[in-house]
């Protein structure tokens, strides 16, 4: 089993700044992937960004590129999502999420974490 716990949430004003933190307990593997989603009020869960714990590739919702910044800390097996230039529309829970494939797709995260709110302030 996988533990996640996320960290980090609040609220900001627009044009601000969160950094998100997912720290990862339990079965971890060098070869396993990190997934940041969201979910709004209303609406599904939303894909944001996600990285291969071993080699470092990131993938990223497009309307986050430029603004978010996901990465890792082998050692403390914690991953982190930067987020700058903070929207409204980014409003929202925030989940981590841990598995084997390099997806944007939910269902092919079997561990999440309990998720962090974020809301922004126009």
């Known amino acids: 089993q996988v533990q996640l716990v996320e960290t980090g949430g609040g609220l900001v004003q627009a044009g601000g700044s969160l950094r998100l933190s997912c720290a990862a307990s339990g079965r971890t593997f060098s070869n396993s992937v990190m997934g940041w989603f969201r979910q709004a009020p209303g609406k599904e869960r939303d894909f944001v960004a996600a990285i291969r714990w071993g080699g470092g590739n990131t993938m990223y919702k497009n309307s986050v590129k430029g603004r978010f910044t996901i990465s890792r800390d082998n050692a403390k097996n914690t991953g982190y999502l930067q987020m700058n230039s903070l929207k409204p529309e980014d409003t929202a829970v925030y989940f981590c999420?841990?598995?084997?494939?390099?997806?944007?797709?939910?269902?092919?995260?079997?561990?999440w974490g309990q998720g962090t709110q974020v809301t922004v302030s126009s």
């Open positions: 999420a841990g598995g084997l494939l390099f997806s944007d797709i939910s269902e092919n995260y079997p561990y």
